[in-house]
């Protein structure tokens, strides 16, 4: 495990991360690594561990890279006249018109915001609350998940795919030189409904208490995911909605593919196997921690496009529902110690919704 060392460029003008939580921390962290000026505005409890450990980023291939606590720039709120050129919204989708707002207020007009967050209205969003600031939409393949204070896994691969433009054009080579391989794409809405398919894992992997990777080798619970990636691949098609393949598969094989037999899908999806054994969704951690989670942003989305061509989808409807409750009860009694729920049972409680 070779310790990667901070290098003395700064070919760019400072970075500022808007919600410095697992994905924030990890693209900033890379950027800071690199050598750029980088200040993250966050929470005073993930500062503090920040301020107490310094800022670790954790690779797939184990290899680790600290940048400490005295050089890090940390915020409570958004700092002004400090020459940002690029911002990186990282807050979650419900946190998006405040973030922005507090943004539009300290930044000067036309700062270029890239919103890294999953979903496919965020920059719209942000626009909607915060006209006078350049929102681009990003797409972040990979898991980040905190593996110990201050401490930041990527457990997976992939390239950021940002919506192309002759800014984010520009940005490509700093972003590789800092470890974050990225494209540009013209058809942006198609890489994030690409994304959202494959994050209806997300509500199954949440539900079931179990690490990413283990999650993926439980039959009945590929099995569910498949029913909502299948109902989602439909709705896509009666709404004729356009998803890029960010997958080594494509989209439409994967529920074939998870449907296999474990040993079978051992072999055929051994890429998407390569996981960290400690990765987790992100709506995992919100269903612990008993905040909101994102279910609306990716359920939702597909439940809205159905609709919209005088459509159903049962199944995601019922994910939402359930997801839901969850977070009702979180809300209404604290969150207390879930057990995980059935593979089988949620199996059939998908597959068979009407
Ligand atoms: N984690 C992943 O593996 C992953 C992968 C790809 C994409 N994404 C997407 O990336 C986005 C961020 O996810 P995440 O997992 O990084 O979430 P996260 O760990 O919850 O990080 C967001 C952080 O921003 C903070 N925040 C919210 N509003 C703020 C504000 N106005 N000022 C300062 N801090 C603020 C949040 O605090 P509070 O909790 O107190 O609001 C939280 O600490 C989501 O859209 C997610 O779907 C995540």
């Known amino acids: 495990m070779a310790d990667l060392i901070l290098t003395d460029v700064s070919p760019i003008g400072p970075v500022l991360i808007m919600g410095a939580g697992s994905i924030g921390c990890y693209l900033g962290g890379r950027l800071a690594l690199a050598g750029h000026d980088v200040h993250f505005v966050g929470r005073p409890r993930v500062l503090d561990q920040l301020r107490t450990n310094g800022l670790t980023i954790t690779e797939p291939d184990g290899k680790t890279a600290t940048v400490p606590a005295d050089m890090l720039s940390l915020h409570e709120?958004?700092?002004?006249?400090?020459?940002?050129?690029?911002?990186?919204?990282?807050?979650?989708?419900?946190?998006?018109?405040?973030?922005?707002?507090?943004?539009?207020?300290?930044?000067?007009?036309?700062?270029?915001?890239?919103?890294?967050?999953?979903?496919?209205?965020?920059?719209?969003?942000?626009?909607?609350?915060?006209?006078?600031?350049?929102?681009?939409?990003?797409?972040?393949?990979?898991?980040?998940?905190?593996?110990?204070?201050?401490?930041?896994?990527?457990?997976?691969?992939?390239n950021l795919a940002?919506?192309?433009?002759?800014?984010?054009?520009?940005?490509?080579?700093?972003?590789?030189?800092?470890?974050?391989?990225?494209?540009?794409?013209?058809?942006?809405?198609?890489?994030?409904?690409?994304?959202?398919?494959?994050?209806?894992?997300?509500?199954?992997?949440?539900?079931?208490?179990?690490?990413?990777?283990?999650?993926?080798?439980d039959p009945d619970l590929r099995a569910t995911t498949a029913a909502l990636i299948e109902e989602g691949l439909s709705v896509l098609a009666a709404a004729r909605q356009r998803t890029a393949k960010v997958t080594p598969v494509p989209t439409s094989w994967l529920p074939r593919l998870m449907r296999l037999p474990t040993p079978v899908f051992k072999i055929l999806a051994a890429k998407m196997l390569k996981i960290d054994p400690r990765a987790r969704s992100s709506m995992a951690d919100d269903l612990a921690l008993g905040r909101r989670t994102e279910i609306g942003e990716l359920c939702g989305e597909v439940v809205k496009l159905a609709k919209s061509v005088g459509k159903r989808a049962p199944r995601n409807e019922k994910m939402l529902g359930m997801i839901r409750y969850v977070e009702l009860t979180a809300l209404a009694v604290g969150s207390p110690e879930r057990g995980p729920t059935d593979a089988a049972e949620l199996r059939k409680n998908i597959e068979t919704a009407i």
């Open 77 to 158: 709120d958004v700092p002004s006249g400090l020459g940002i050129s690029l911002v990186l919204m990282c807050v979650k989708s419900s946190a998006t018109p405040k973030a922005a707002t507090s943004l539009a207020r300290a930044l000067p007009i036309g700062t270029l915001v890239m919103c890294m967050q999953n979903g496919l209205h965020n920059a719209e969003v942000a626009r909607s609350v915060a006209a006078r600031l350049r929102f681009l939409s990003a797409m972040v393949p990979y898991n980040v998940a905190e593996i110990g204070p201050g401490n930041f896994l990527r457990g997976s691969g992939g």
């Open 162 to 217: 940002l919506e192309e433009d002759e800014v984010t054009n520009a940005w490509l080579p700093t972003l590789a030189a800092a470890g974050l391989p990225a494209s540009t794409h013209k058809d942006i809405r198609a890489v994030q409904w690409g994304k959202l398919l494959l994050n209806l894992n997300n509500p199954v992997n949440a539900l079931s208490g179990l690490p990413l990777r283990d999650e993926l080798l």
